[in-house]
Every structure is written in C-alpha cells, then in structure tokens.
C-alpha cells in the first residue's frame, strides 16, 4: 500500500505522500485499475448508482449485515460499480448474519424484488421468534 501511495503522489507531481494518496492505493489495489477507458451514459452511470445504493441501503437496514466502508460507481477491473464492505473477524456465524450478509449482496433490479425480499428476511425472523 505504502509503495502504490507513493507511486500514485509521485505521478501526480507531489514531493510528500498524503492521506489521500494512500485511499487511492488502497481503492486500486482492493478495487483494480480505474478504468478511464470505460465510456458510460448518464443513464448508464444513474443505474449503476441505483444498483449500488440498493446494496448500501440493504447493508444499513439489515441488522447483521457487514458495516458498509465504500460506494463507488468507478468503474475498476470488471466491476461497473461496487459496495465494499469491512467483515466481521468472528468465530461461529449465526443463521441471521448470514442470511443477512447474503441478503445485502443481492442484486436488486427492482423495487418489487426488494420488497419481496425483504418481507421474506421479516417472515423468517417472526417465525424463529416463535
């Protein structure tokens, strides 16, 4: 991290490494290469957003859920957009936190589908408590 930082300073002309420098090796080497290449429209770019916030406000509402770190709709490697999440260092994994980890990686492409799904994590929940 250390060594991209100061190659990311030194290309932007910079004589000392800062912080910002650091978030960005950190972002290209979790992330891959930012793709300046990679034209994308607007309604392009407002889907991917939508996509992405869709994962972000399901990691929020979701009581078990890794704590969400970073949205981005850069497009890096392969991704168009992502949710990076910071995980939890536990032993044992609950059936809760699980499902609600799966859940916060869903693909939403519709409300609908939201709304499917979250009715179906609150039926579990009711019928555990039972």
Same mark, same amino acid.
């Given at each position: 991290?250390?060594?991209?930082?100061?190659?990311?300073?030194? /290309? %932007?002309?910079? #004589? &000392?490494?800062? @912080?910002?420098? &650091?978030?960005?090796?950190?972002? =290209?080497?979790?992330?891959?290469?930012?793709? =300046?290449?990679?034209?994308?429209?607007?309604?392009?770019?407002?889907?991917?957003? %939508?996509?992405?916030?869709?994962?972000?406000?399901?990691?929020?509402?979701?009581?078990?859920?890794?704590?969400?770190?970073?949205?981005?709709?850069?497009? /890096?490697?392969?991704?168009?957009?992502?949710?990076?999440?910071?995980?939890?260092? /536990?032993?044992?994994?609950? =059936?809760?936190?699980?499902?609600?980890?799966?859940?916060?990686?869903?693909?939403?492409?519709?409300?609908? /589908?939201?709304?499917?799904?979250?009715?179906?994590? &609150?039926?579990?929940?009711? @019928?555990? #408590?039972?």
């Amino acid at each position: 991290v250390c060594n991209e930082a100061a190659l990311i300073a030194a /290309r %932007n002309g910079k #004589k &000392f490494v800062q @912080k910002e420098d &650091f978030m960005n090796a950190v972002d =290209r080497i979790v992330g891959g290469l930012e793709k =300046r290449t990679k034209i994308t429209t607007a309604d392009e770019r407002n889907c991917i957003a %939508n996509h992405e916030a869709g994962h972000a406000t399901l990691s929020w509402l979701l009581e078990h859920a890794n704590p969400l770190v970073k949205v981005t709709i850069v497009p /890096r490697g392969k991704a168009l957009g992502a949710a990076w999440y910071l995980p939890e260092e /536990r032993q044992i994994t609950t =059936r809760e936190q699980l499902l609600d980890e799966m859940l916060s990686l869903i693909h939403i492409s519709e409300p609908t /589908r939201l709304l499917s799904i979250s009715y179906a994590v &609150f039926c579990l929940k009711k @019928k555990k #408590k039972k």
